[in-house]
């Protein structure tokens, strides 16, 4: 029985590996060629878009923070601790 099961699971595995090859890929046509230009050239533009807002926020993030470092240390002192118990 044993036998058996092994011979079916590497008869599957030698097949398997068959069914999912990769077939070549044809070559690109002009036309592909310039959609897969103009493709790159617009996920390029869209990348150095949310670069510079991602680059604005953390401004905006870290001057907001350098604000409240000051409010922070004022404020914290002039709080009571409270006793343990």
Same mark, same amino acid.
């Given at each position: 029985m044993m036998k058996?099961?092994? *011979?079916?699971?590497?008869?599957?595995?030698l097949f398997a590996g068959t069914?999912?090859?990769? *077939?070549p890929v044809p070559p690109m046509t002009d036309e592909q060629k310039a959609k897969a230009e103009e493709?790159?050239?617009?996920a390029a533009e869209a990348a150095k878009k949310e670069s510079e807002l991602l680059a604005k926020y953390q401004d905006k993030a870290a001057g907001n923070y350098k604000k &409240?470092? &000051?409010?922070?240390?004022?404020?914290?002192?002039? !709080?009571? !601790?409270k006793p343990k118990k």
């Open positions: 058996r099961a092994a *011979l079916i699971t590497m008869m599957f595995a069914a999912w090859a990769k *077939l493709a790159k050239t617009k &409240g470092q &000051g409010k922070a240390k004022g404020g914290a002192a002039a !709080a009571p !601790a």
